[in-house]
């Protein structure tokens, strides 16, 4: 019989919650009508944009002024502003170089791949070993050819957060463009844009508790930002394509619901990831927490388990039923370490121990006590059959 599930792997991906479902299900059956359209049909869908605009805006603190672009993804966001940046700055400026980390998530690193071979200059900046970028180490680093510094609000695998308001405020007094990635900390950390010193901000509804397929774009009012996408004038023209409905709906109901959901993750959500880690550290040796000396997300959970590794632990678990990852899911089928505890100095017999346990809203103490259960019980075996514990 199949054993009871116990979902740990919200930095993945989140389920949809009740409040969002509901947002969106008109938009599935009778509002079908295309927002752009004239007739009834059109107008009566249309109407709806506004509100759900009105909960996006709110959730970071963004002006009327401002842009929003409701898009696809993440993924898509980020594209959006490096290739943006890239054409309005670089190919027909006078700048050369994009400033990163070595930690970024893959769809800001593989697009700045792509953007070198096109003659853009990259620097890929070092975290320290708790995981973030220091302010020295970014001032150092900026100069009169940069175009745009872009660093990852939290990371994915770690959850460790990067001092994002004082590197935008750096990054404003030295003139210079700044994006955060916040994909991995909307909704589990108060985000705003408020100081008015982040000129792009992106994100992913489906981490918070939107379905798949929807995510949102930050423009700071005054910067132009080519389309990724050329068509229609939907977003204002800055992405062309018929509006996703129902992802509007949803995306703006996740974003209502996460002004309560921040405060249960600061309370509810990290004291039961700090009991997790509390009890792991007392009950099981030669443990180590990654970027447990940071500012963490409240959800997150990075730990190696020495001399076992990592793969096999997951599949234990997901035998009981149990779901996490060893790092990012875009990366899962990659054997090769860690890049991101690689950059934090951590050897590679350590990273392929790594666990990343990610918690959400849902996530209840008795499911926290089961999988711990398990957890113990499952390093216990691994080690007394491993050739590298002693
Ligand atoms: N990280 C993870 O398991 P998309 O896939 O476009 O919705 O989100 C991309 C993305 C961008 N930035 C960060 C910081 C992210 O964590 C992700 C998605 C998932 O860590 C899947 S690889």
């Known amino acids: 019989m199949e054993k009871p599930r116990i979902y740990l792997d919200n930095n993945a991906t989140t389920v949809v919650a009740p409040e969002v479902k509901e947002a969106m299900l008109p938009f599935l059956t009778e509002l079908y009508g295309n927002p752009s359209s004239l007739h009834r049909y059109g107008a009566e869908t249309r109407v709806h944009i506004a509100e759900a605009y009105d909960h996006i805006y709110r959730l970071i603190e963004a002006r009327d002024e401002d842009s929003i672009i409701i898009n696809s993804c993440g993924t898509e966001g980020n594209n959006t502003v490096l290739q943006g940046v890239y054409h309005t700055l670089i190919r027909n400026g006078n700048k050369r170089e994009i400033i990163t980390t070595n930690i970024e998530h893959p769809s800001i690193n593989t697009c700045l791949t792509h953007l070198a071979e096109l003659g853009v200059e990259v620097k890929y900046l070092p975290v320290?070993?708790?995981?973030?970028?220091?302010?020295?180490?970014?001032?150092?680093?900026?100069?009169?050819?940069?175009?745009?510094?872009?660093?990852?609000?939290?990371?994915?695998?770690?959850?460790?957060?990067?001092?994002?308001?004082?590197?935008?405020?750096?990054?404003?007094?030295?003139?210079?463009l700044f994006h955060t990635d916040a994909t991995q900390a909307m909704a589990k950390l108060p985000v705003s844009v408020k100081s008015r010193n982040i000129d792009f901000l992106t994100y992913s509804g489906h981490k918070f508790h939107a379905p798949k397929g929807v995510g949102a774009l930050y423009i700071k009012a005054g910067i132009k930002l080519p389309p990724l996408l050329y068509g229609g004038e939907q977003m204002g023209g800055l992405r062309g394509g018929t509006h996703?409905?129902?992802?509007?709906?949803?995306?703006?109901?996740?974003?209502?619901?996460?002004?309560?959901?921040?405060?249960?993750?600061?309370?509810?959500?990290?004291?039961?990831?700090?009991?997790?880690?509390?009890?792991?550290?007392?009950?099981?040796?030669?443990?180590?927490?990654?970027?447990?000396?940071?500012?963490?997300?409240?959800?997150?959970?990075?730990?190696?388990?020495?001399?076992?590794?990592?793969?096999?632990?997951?599949?234990?678990?997901?035998?009981?039923?149990?779901?996490?990852?060893?790092?990012?899911?875009?990366?899962?089928?990659?054997?090769?370490?860690?890049?991101?505890?690689?950059?934090?100095?951590?050897?590679?017999?350590l990273t392929h121990s790594a666990i990343r346990f990610s918690l959400s809203r849902y996530t209840t103490a008795q499911e926290i006590e089961r999988a711990l259960d398990v957890i113990r019980k499952t390093v216990r075996r691994l080690r007394s059959i491993s050739t590298s514990y002693k």
């Open 128 to 176: 320290n070993k708790d995981g973030y970028l220091e302010l020295e180490t970014l001032a150092a680093a900026i100069s009169d050819k940069t175009a745009l510094v872009s660093v990852m609000w939290a990371n994915n695998e770690t959850g460790v957060i990067n001092p994002i308001e004082e590197i935008a405020a750096l990054c404003h007094k030295k003139g210079v």
């Open 244 to 349: 996703n409905m129902p992802g509007i709906a949803a995306l703006g109901a996740a974003c209502k619901i996460a002004v309560s959901g921040i405060q249960i993750e600061l309370t509810h959500v990290k004291a039961l990831r700090d009991r997790f880690e509390t009890d792991i550290l007392e009950s099981i040796p030669d443990v180590i927490i990654n970027g447990k000396g940071a500012p963490r997300t409240p959800n997150t959970c990075n730990i190696i388990f020495k001399g076992v590794e990592g793969e096999a632990v997951l599949w234990d678990l997901n035998e009981e039923g149990i779901a996490a990852s060893t790092g990012s899911a875009c990366a899962s089928g990659d054997e090769r370490a860690s890049y991101v505890l690689s950059a934090m100095k951590l050897p590679p017999e």
